[in-house]
């Protein structure tokens, strides 16, 4: 699950990138969705060389891309800017995630 998951994921973050390169005026919502796509990206390819080695790992990575991500798409989008607030929690999901599967690999 974790696998389709991470595929979806890289899937939205190259949709949002590319909706921000070519489909939005406003430079600060195209800056949003480049930054959250990307983010999303690589978390997303990171989930998938590491779940099977490290799935709690790999889901935070997941988790937390996908808050971050979010919401700033959504703020790009025109919602409400204190989501904003909410970005840091996946931010924080994604560091959370990388010193698990940094222990994990430690201990092999």
């Known amino acids: 699950m ?3 998951l991470a ?3 890289a899937a939205l973050a ?3 990138g ?3 390169a070519h489909g939005v005026a406003d430079p600060k919502a195209a ?3 480049r930054t959250g796509g990307l983010y999303q990206l690589i978390h997303a390819v990171a989930a998938l060389a590491i779940t099977g080695v490290t799935r709690g790992a790999a889901t935070l990575l997941l988790a ?15 919602g409400p800017k204190w989501l904003g607030a909410i970005t840091p929690i996946g931010g924080t999901l994604m560091i959370a995630g ?11």
């Open 2 to 4: 974790i696998a389709i």
């Open 7 to 9: 595929c979806l994921s």
């Open 14 to 16: 190259i949709g949002a």
């Open 18 to 20: 590319a909706f921000g």
């Open 31 to 33: 800056e949003w969705l």
């Open 64 to 78: 937390g891309a996908a808050i971050f991500a979010v919401s700033l798409y959504v703020m790009a989008l025109g």
């Open 98 to 108: 990388w010193l698990w599967a940094a222990w994990t690999f430690a201990q092999r």
